[in-house]
């Protein structure tokens, strides 16, 4: 089986190609070759003994997606793509990169004419409030930024393509990725990471928003789990709704705190420091609080149930089960 | 006040247009100029006294979206785009001229540095079946066809742009326009106009699906009241959600039948002839049964509320007020 990865470079990206490396097998199929995108350098796997192909492109570029699908990957996880707060400040690239780069590897798909299976990552942010105060899977995606849209457009271009046969799609809406390893990014949720990462780290963090923000998470290894799970749902499974909001955690911002207390102490929660941001406070007001992902359940997507298990997870994996107390 | 119109060419279009030049303003603004543009020839109305630009061009081509708004008309409607039978058969077709010339269209108006007025003409083809018996305002959009995919995603660009501020959007999701004047164009919602239009001729009319297929309908003459009340909505009263279902008639095609012998007698009605389409059955089983159309109504958009009256509203408006008995 040969797996293409875009964005491989990112975070997600880089635990996805390490998990499917330590596995060894997709669905029951082994693993054979690697191909790697990203915009920036992507390193090769090293303990992966298959032939690795990595290359620095951006989809949206003439022929790069043409190149990245050249040797029909049997697998493709598409995770390229610029994150919320990017594509809110710098329109023109939020729209190249997540709507154009998107289609086109979806047109080089049809051009090279096989029927990949296509993993989407899609994000929560196609729901903009008004919510009610939990989302079914059948409301409807009214985005509330440009980071949003973009992603509801590529849903519908994704199924649209895999109803007429061209590829083999499965979207997934995930929550919001916590607690992401490393420095802060661009996207406007960051700081729901950050309040656990910096502290954890013997930093201060800063909170944005109020306490009583109310928000779904489910951790790095959780999300690794879906693209996974996704790329082992069939047709009949998935059936014409092919894009799938994603189980979580759901929480506010004061739980998520006395979680972090609980796991890690009082001396640890009193590096969070709030410092109120109108922007993000705007951005995260439109965002769904918590979503039912009901058919995500049904179809055996899992999360973990706790805040505190996502907290751990993050210790686990992250620190080699050390914090700075 | 300088009114463009894309798809001037078209049934409605035509319609529009002679609405526009009967009234003389649009909500409460005399109308001084038109430009029509549409990919065949636009007639110049010719009771209108103000300058009328004609343009024979497809918004996706290199500068012609540039040039429709060049002069930069307060107020748009964006009519253009290919029909779902013609996007299902011709992929690429559809996709260029329904996605790219809207987005085409939106990306001059940004360039162009104003706020004008954007009215598009969405469909009840972006929902996608299975559904409960009546959809709901907030029920999501899973299209099945590349028609309804594109609309879908014009919505979506349609709502960024607005909600950037590039431009003053709203989008209403027409429903099956009923009973369409003229030839048969490629939609395959063709036959819910036939089966009136053909035998109010005199002529043998097929039927392709069964009688107790239901749909939703307006008029011709009402589709235009939905398009000129649409332009009259302000920010406020739309708020963020700016894609709307309209309302409409849900009847059976039997019940189109009846209300057809109704009103031109068994004589009329008996010129009907089933004749089961495969394809167009399996289209239409994806199609919208009946909306709730709330927020719509709420907003003061009108429809007929009996199909008796759609037949009446044809046979005055392109009749003349004569049948063939």
New interface residues.
């Given amino acids: 089986m040969h797996i293409l990865v875009t964005g491989a470079a990112g975070m997600i990206g880089r635990k996805l190609v390490a998990r499917l490396v330590k596995d060894g097998q997709l669905n029951g199929d082994a693993i054979e070759r690697l191909t790697l995108t990203d915009v920036v350098a992507t390193e090769k796997p090293t303990d992966f003994s298959g032939p690795t192909k990595t290359s620095t492109s951006d989809l949206s570029s003439p022929g790069a997606a043409a190149k990245a699908v050249a040797e029909k990957p049997d697998v493709i996880f598409h995770l390229a793509g610029v994150v919320s707060g990017e594509a809110e400040i710098d329109?023109e690239k939020g729209y190249r990169v997540n709507l154009d780069g998107t289609r086109a590897l979806l047109e080089a798909i049809r051009a090279a004419d096989y029927k990949p299976k296509v993993v989407f990552t899609s994000s929560i942010a196609v729901y903009?409030a008004p919510f009610s105060s939990s989302i079914a899977?059948?409301?409807?995606?009214?985005?509330?930024t440009?980071y949003g849209?973009q992603k509801?457009?590529s849903e519908?271009?994704l199924?649209?393509y895999t109803?007429?046969g061209f590829l083999d799609g499965v979207g997934i809406r995930l929550p919001t990725v916590c607690v992401r390893p490393g420095k802060p990014n661009k996207a406007a949720s960051g700081f729901f990471s950050g309040i656990i990462r910096e502290p954890l780290a013997g930093q201060e963090a800063l909170l944005p928003v109020a306490d009583s923000v109310r928000h779904t998470h489910a951790s790095p290894r959780a999300a690794v789990g879906f693209l996974i799970h996704a790329a082992g749902l069939t047709r009949a499974q998935l059936g014409?709704?092919i894009n799938l909001a994603m189980p979580g955690v759901s929480c506010t911002v004061g739980e998520q705190v006395e979680a972090l207390r609980r796991v890690a102490g009082d001396k640890v929660a009193a590096r969070i420091r709030r410092e109120p941001d109108e922007l993000v406070q705007h951005i995260v007001a439109g965002w769904a609080e918590r979503l039912h992902a009901t058919r995500a359940r049904d179809l055996g997507f899992k999360a973990e149930t706790a805040f505190d298990d996502i907290i751990r997870a993050h210790i686990e994996d992250e620190l080699g089960g050390k914090i700075v107390a």
């Fill in positions: 329109f903009g899977d059948d409301f409807h995606l009214t985005p509330l440009s849209t509801a457009i519908l271009l199924a649209d109803r007429r014409p709704r």
